[in-house]
């Protein structure tokens, strides 16, 4: 039991090291953290409302009060950039969790199961698979309508091939070891087998790609907001501070509107790559 | 160079970078390969054997290098050819490869490529090396795989590797080796991965080739028992080093290093007394990083002396040809080796 | 290989059935008379409530949902596919005049792509833990991290607006049609979707080669005393290739799903933009047979894409 620990114990802390000299992760992780403990504390950071017009005080340039200037409703942007991120920042972990959740349990029916089970559920990951997300978002958003939830719920619905097609292959793979034999010979059930003995053993590669789905649904949701038919345009999200900047002029004569939020958008993605490429790297996952 | 030999390394050091560290894979190796003779190189996995023989060829990754030491290959009588001298991947090298020293490895299964049909990869290797015509290729390859013992030889031609059995996987392997009819054969454990019954037939295929083509051939492996059925010269290696060398009656009948006589027990003899122990060798191989002040051999030897911490033991010609490296030798009669 | 590609088409069958179902389902949503986008507009509007109703029965409108559907997709497949409920006009011409103008600027950005992807991977796993290599992951991770929208408004900040080299958007000038006459319309929309693809696919090709690198057969291949880049090229892209198609196929989807909203920066007349217009005022037929559309197009390439693979590999064509 003592040994077992410090094995263990030995594994986190040669992982950690492993984590600490990859560099580029490490700053994913940093930046990740500072976006996010700072959308979490917004209203102690900016004392502005990301929502308060003033039509006096449109597209002021960056001062001592707005950190960023104004937008063309007078509102702080650097409170819009913020409290935006909550909301982006929500709608990607959200999706990426729920899509995962999702994935999870399908590719551990598929591959546990296996036979016509697996192929009734790896035909239909094809299928989605297949059609283009934007296009699918597209069209649900047009049948059920805008809407935070709704997003995040399409998301989920759109977004879960990846994860199951990891999961069932591992599980599968696992199955064959022996020690599923021998855990069946002792009379465990089925569902205890996969729950308790399989799942875990897929976590590192869920783990990696939940991280990863994180960035790919900011960056999705920023896109759909672009263009108009993402999250509500009365809600700030980073997407939508981009989107109220889309007339010519304020385009080409006040570019701070639309490159800080891109900017952010960016470099949130980013982080969260390099964060998980370096756990991929430390879980030892291979592609 | 003694007309006899077609293949001499003298102090090979071989060293790998495995990030920061330096590891020394091979340190100090003397060996000669004598004209149509088989030289077995036994020893546990990781002690250097397989580095040593793809050093010959300059075969090593990209973290490993040849740092001291020569090796000599001479295809003929007269003629000699420095192969150490030679950069990594140079023209010189490569004409060697495969021409003059061809290889054949542990897996079958795995070493031949999945996307070309077998008879496209054993021309690949022809055309390099002669200029020959397609249709005199295709005959050649064929005659070669029919004398090789594949069935059907026309046909397999355009088959690809998975529809192959393992055997006959190395028997492709061994036809790849063989069409420019090389001088000096390396064999990495050519059985390790096949089925018993048809590790013998690989053996005795490996023997006529020997027999028909004179061909020198370097068996690397860990087993005693393949050694003793295919081999005229033995090297047993140990962290790096051989720790003895010799015609294989002097080393099989007269094991000199601690070392060789305990493999030796450790392997089950038919018709062996049931109440005789089969000895392991307590312990096990250590990191090759580790450096040993003295015999790297003494944590897990049984004969230990008062030398044996001191430093490595030197090289003992004990008798004709038979050498050793460890101290219970030292002052027993026989010479220095340098 | 002839029989593994009927198969593959017959695999399409069932998956095209289900999009079809999913579109008719779609329309059913439409609010209001589904009438009102199955004839033409100007004819509908010169009927009388008795004529509607007779028409309503010859066109199958009052018989059950399956019937429905088995009329409905017989006419979809002749390219009955209605008419718009905003602007009335036939679905199928609009398709056809916007269809040609995305697959150009598809095929261009998969081109692009696919040489720079595969090259720039071939280069980084050649190159191994150089600084090469280094610069190209990091570039590849930035590629995939910065909003293709993003990207696109930046374009046109810069090489449009400021530096004044290239058009903001648009396919084509007034009066000048030619294919030449295109390209300066083509090269930042290409550009931009082609991005985040070639650092996708790069980053694909460089983990395959170098896993394919530590392969016995490549220490085998350089056994024989081929050339090192024979060794990389006939024994090492050719097998790194054939997990790269794969991601390939499953990648068109994203590019088509970029080409939505690059369309849509560069007012560029394309399907994205016309699906996008048409959610934007409802017009949900047009969405719904843009999308059939679209996602055909996408199982049709999906297989050619398959077939590359089986040509490849031989593994795959004889089982």
Known sequence: MNTKKTIKSSIAKRNIQKFYTNRLALFGLIVVAILIIMSLIAPFITPHDPNYVDSYKRLQAPSSEHWLGTDNAGRDLFARLVYGGRVSILVGIASALGASIIGVILGCIAGYFGGKVDAIILYFCETFVSFPSTILVLVMVGLVGRGLSNLIIIFCVTGWMGVARIVRSKIMSLREEPFVESCIANGISGISIMFRHLLPNTLGPVIVSITLATADFVLEESALSFLGIGVPPNVATWGNIINSAKSLDIFQNHPMLWVVPGLMISLFALSVNFFGDGLRDVLDVRQ | MNKDIVLSIDGLKTQFKVGKRIVHAVNDVSLSVKRGKTLGIVGESGCGKSVTAHSVVQLLPKTGNICKGTIKYSPEVGKEYVLSDYKRDSKEIRSIRGKHISMIFQDPLSSLDPVYTIGKQIEEILFEHEKISKNEARKRIIDLLAKLGIPKPEERYNHYPHQFSGGMKQRVMIAIAMVCNPKLLIADEPTTALDVTIQAQILSLMRDIQKDYGTSIILITHNMGIVAEACDEVAVMYMGRIVEYGPLEKVFNNPLHPYTSALLRSVPVLGIDKNTELRSIRGNTPDGSDVFQGCEFSPRCDQICQHCKDGHPPVRVVEEGHEVRCWLYEGSGGSDHK | ?319
């Not at chain 3, 198969?7 to 009102?36: A, Q, T």
């Not at chain 3, 029965?57 to 390219?79: A, D, F, M, Q, T």
């Not at chain 3, 903001?168 to 930042?188: M, N």
Request: proline share 5%; hydrophobic share 50%; aromatic share 8%.
């Open chain 3, 1 to 319: 290989m002839l029989g593994y590609f009927f198969k593959r088409v017959l695999l399409l069958i069932p998956k095209l059935l289900i999009i079809s179902i999913l579109i008719f389902i779609g329309l059913s949503f439409v609010p209001g008379d589904p009438i009102d986008h199955l004839i033409p507009p100007d004819q509908r509007a010169k009927l009388s409530p008795v004529q509607l109703e007779t028409l309503r029965e010859s066109l199958g409108l009052n018989e059950k949902l399956p019937v429905r559907y088995l009329r409905w997709i017989s006419g979809v497949l002749k390219g009955d596919f209605g008419y718009s409920m905003v602007s009335g006009a036939s679905i199928r011409v609009m398709i056809a005049r916007r269809l040609p103008a995305t697959l150009e600027l598809a095929f261009f950005g998969l081109v692009i792509a696919n040489i720079l992807g595969l090259t720039l991977g071939y280069i980084s796993s050649i190159k191994h833990n150089s600084i090469i290599d280094y610069t190209n992951t990091t570039l590849g991770i930035i590629g995939t991290s910065v909003p293709e929208f993003f990207l696109g408004l930046c374009c046109i900040a810069i090489f449009s607006l400021h530096l004044g080299w290239l058009p903001t958007g648009g396919r084509v000038a007034v009066g000048k049609e030619t294919f030449f006459d295109r390209i300066e319309y083509l090269v930042l929309p290409v550009l931009c979707l082609a991005i985040g693809y070639i650092a996708t696919l790069m980053r694909y090709t460089r983990g395959s080669m170098l896993d394919v690198l530590n392969k016995d057969y490549i220490k085998a291949a350089r056994s024989k005393g081929i050339s090192e880049f024979r060794v990389n090229c006939n024994h090492g892209l050719r097998n790194a290739l054939i997990p790269v198609m794969i991601i390939l196929v499953n990648r068109i989807p994203v590019l088509v799903s970029g080409a939505v909203i690059i369309e849509n920066i560069f007012n560029y007349p394309g399907m994205g933009r016309m699906i996008l217009d048409a959610i934007s005022c409802s017009d949900i037929p047009v969405v719904m047979f843009s999308t059939m559309v679209i996602a055909t197009m996408i199982l049709v390439s999906s297989l050619l894409v398959d077939m590359l693979a089986a040509l490849l590999d031989p593994r795959i064509r004889f089982n």
